[in-house]
């Protein structure tokens, strides 16, 4: 009985365990990669340029990963997150104080994760399908609301997140990157040091199990879709901080690629299984991937050709694993 | 309705017990008027054929199903179970036949699961901090004291064997469970010594004064650790009979429905029941 188990001791279930740890090497590597192969990657600003680039999907991705913990899916993220930028830029131009305007954004994109969490839980519909429909839905809101037109921000607080403040007077940070960094420990305190997170991987693992256990699964799912909801609020502001400007064809991947994120960091599409420090750095590694074979001078597309490649293999790695340690 | 259960002596105040419970399903009905009783101590097995209404019977008596009509009583007095937490309040644990464990969460984690314990003080109450290596503690005492070995309670339920996995559901229930524990096939899964440990394992509920429900098929583990067994069939209790009183065969008669209990108590073999070759030995009447 022991014996078995005594044979997974060790390195190899130290990873299977510890699930950022095959991320982070994959990151390592492909950071001392493109630093020996390219001239330019390692330098102080391309590097805070490839993290800059990664909030926006990086805080969709945060969401994503609760939602995906639970067995779900959200398609739907990258468009409540412009259409929280739409909001928050519009009632900004047409007259509304900016914090309201902001709160207005950021409120808007909870109900809509709320809204997707209520009919997800007393539906028991499943997660893809619903979200697919709000995506459709929210998409053409995003349009009607825009009127064919986008909207430039130059209101302070609505381009907060962008601010750069210089470390050691080199170092470019910006305050997106604090809100973000800040977002992801919380959450990552949330989920591995409360009850509320171990029911979260604890439904993801096996729901009816959960509910036997006297976990309220509805209520756990809900809490995740307005949480999720909250994350991509904040990733709408992350947005207008990046690229001052709300536009409604903007983030038309940002579903996908935030699963991208969430898949490249360990986490199973199965549900149950996963952390959101290995989603931080599958965000890290596709900004990384790109800016390096950027720097390396491949096109944009053979780019995707690589992430797709490195996702379809890291989900091959998950479900080996799993066949393994069964 | 008749009590068919032919206690004679009158017997001290059942524990757990329910009367005329009926549950459907659509056209279906899984419990068609169910009584059901456990005294304080006992080991119980409920026995039937597939189908019998078991297992619903034991989701209505752990809360995990809501009965149509009827009437549960927790140590005499009416109680109405919304959902599984509404039993487990009443102390009332079930150990269900898929063991309702979290399989990539630890050990501990799973003992604990639906009642983590917070830190005290303010890293508790603000911070809703877990008590992530009390519960460990905890759980590693309990294991321990019904002789459940796992290497590691910090260790993954999906790495554990079988028997190992049964161990911590049992061991769950047995933490938590204050008047009753309620198991559904514990053996069902499991290989020959595996099914030798749980069996010790509810020997050792018994002997802390647990009363234990003990759902199976297995006739000789029955027979083997029950006090008194009560037959299902057909959606509601039949018989219950003392293993000491009745042979297996008997008891298989009587879930068959190829012998029932007659007015004065005795077993009766029923002329029209389907034959299963086992009523010929197991018919007459025994006392």
Known sequence: MTTTALRRTGVGEFVLRTPAVGPTIALVVAVALFSLT????????????????????GTLALGQTLVILTGGIDLANAAACVLGTLLMARLVADGVAAPLALLAGIAVVVAVGATTGGVVTALGLPPFIVTLGVLAIVTAASRI???????????????????????????????GMGVALGMYLLLWYSLTRTAWG?????????????????????????????VAGLVYGVAAWQALGRVPNADPNAFQTGNLDSVTAVVLGGTSLFGGRGSV??????????????SGLTQAGIDNLYQDVATGVLVIAAVAVDRFARRRQR | MSDPDGRDAPAPDPVLSARGL?????????????????????????????????????KALSGALTPDAGEVRVAGRPVRFHGPLDARRHGIETVYQDLALAPAQDVASNLFLGRERRRPGLLGRVFRLLDTRGMRAEA?????????????????????????RQGVAVARAAAFGTRVVIMDEPTAALGVAESARVLDLIDRLRARGLPVVLISHNMP???????????????????????AERTMNEVVGLITGALRVGADGALEEV??????????TGGGTAE
């Open chain 1, 38 to 57: 390219t001239d330019t990657f390692l330098d102080v600003d391309n590097l805070s340029l490839v993290v800059q680039q990664s909030l926006v999907v």
């Open chain 1, 145 to 175: 609301y825009a009127g064919g037109q986008s909207f430039p921000v130059t209101d302070g607080l609505l381009g907060l997140l962008g601010t750069r403040q210089y470390l050691f007077g080199q170092i470019e940070l910006t305050i």
């Open chain 1, 198 to 226: 171990r029911h979260v991987y604890a439904v993801g693992n096996d729901s009816e199990a959960a509910r036997l256990s006297g976990i309220h699964v509805r209520r756990t799912l809900l809490s995740v879709y307005v």
């Open chain 1, 277 to 290: 420090l290995g989603t931080l750095v599958g965000a890290l590694i596709v900004a990384v991937l790109r």
């Open chain 2, 22 to 58: 009926v549950k459907r399903f659509g056209r279906v009905t899984a419990i068609d008027g169910a009584d059901f009783d456990l005294l304080p101590g006992e080991v119980l097995a409920v026995v039937g054929d597939n189908g019998a209404g078991k297992s619903s019977l034991i």
């Open chain 2, 140 to 164: 590693e005492r309990v294991l321990d004291e019904l002789g459940i070995g796992v290497r590691s309670t910090s260790q993954p339920v999906e790495t554990l064997s079988g028997g190992q």
């Open chain 2, 221 to 243: 583990h029955v027979f083997d650790i029950a006090d008194r067994v009560h037959v299902h069939r057909l959606g509601r209790r039949v018989a219950v009979v003392s293993p």
């Open chain 2, 271 to 280: 002329r029209d029941a389907v034959r299963t070759g086992v009523t010929r």
